[in-house]
């Protein structure tokens, strides 16, 4: 059975089980409600209202999360850079340490014969990091001016699960590698996202305020970061 609330569909499944179960499951957010035989869709109905809050901060939670494609590193694969594809070309190296070009619509890796996938991936990644590192100053500068905050200190690394966070009595911001792939406009929204968590350190009433006031189109963007 499935149960539709606003704009999300659950899917409800009778089981040889005691109490009700509730799942919201990655990466699409997807909910799952087990119940036992015996349990009416009225109860069912008064159950799901009762954790709608729940539900919701679950998406929300699991929808943010930035989702990691498995690569292969393989010459003709797609690899974005802020927000626009490249087909990789990797090329063999004879000699001297790898490395990443840009060449019309394609991205170039020079690597030894037999390099592995994952030290592909760490050239790459270094690469990225150039990349955004550059564009990450200018915005994060830009933005403190803009709100009138102290300086931060800040640095990229891969996370699986974010794509930012904020330890806001150290003053410490940390972004994710993986905003080298994505459209500037969703960097930004990060951005501003963590610099915010300065002022307001949850994601309620406050902080939405705070956020619509500094970049209005914030709700778009983030629905962006998350098809990606
Ligand atoms: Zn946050």
């Not at 990091?129 to 915005?139: D, K, S, T």
Request: charged share 25%.
């Amino acid at each position: 059975m499935v149960i539709r609330m606003e704009d999300i569909e659950i899917d409800v499944e009778r089981k040889m089980i005691r109490g009700m179960r509730l799942a919201v499951y990655p990466p699409d957010g997807r909910v799952r409600l087990s119940i036992p035989f015996w349990v009416s869709e009225q109860e069912v109905r008064d159950f799901l209202m009762l954790k709608w809050q729940w539900i919701c901060r679950s998406r929300e939670k699991v929808l943010s999360r930035p989702r990691n494609k498995a690569r292969e590193y393989l010459s003709g694969e797609q690899h974005l850079l802020f927000g626009i594809p490249y087909t990789l070309q990797v090329e063999p190296l004879s000699s001297g340490s790898p490395s990443v070009t840009m060449e019309g619509n394609r991205i170039i890796l020079r690597c030894r014969p037999q390099t592995t996938p994952a030290r592909c991936e760490a050239v790459l990644y270094e690469w990225y990091r150039a990349q955004l590192h550059p564009i990450l100053e200018q915005m994060i500068n830009e933005w403190l001016l803009r709100i009138g905050e102290a300086p931060v200190v800040w640095s990229t690394r891969r996370m699986k699960s974010e794509w930012g966070s904020c330890i806001a009595r150290k003053r410490k911001l940390l972004f994710n590698l993986e905003l080298a792939r994505v459209p500037r406009e969703c960097i930004e929204y990060v951005v501003v996202h963590e610099l915010t968590h300065l002022a307001v350190q949850n994601h309620g009433p406050a902080f939405k305020a705070l956020m619509t006031q500094r970049l209005p189109q914030w709700k778009a963007l983030r629905k962006q970061l998350r098809l990606i």
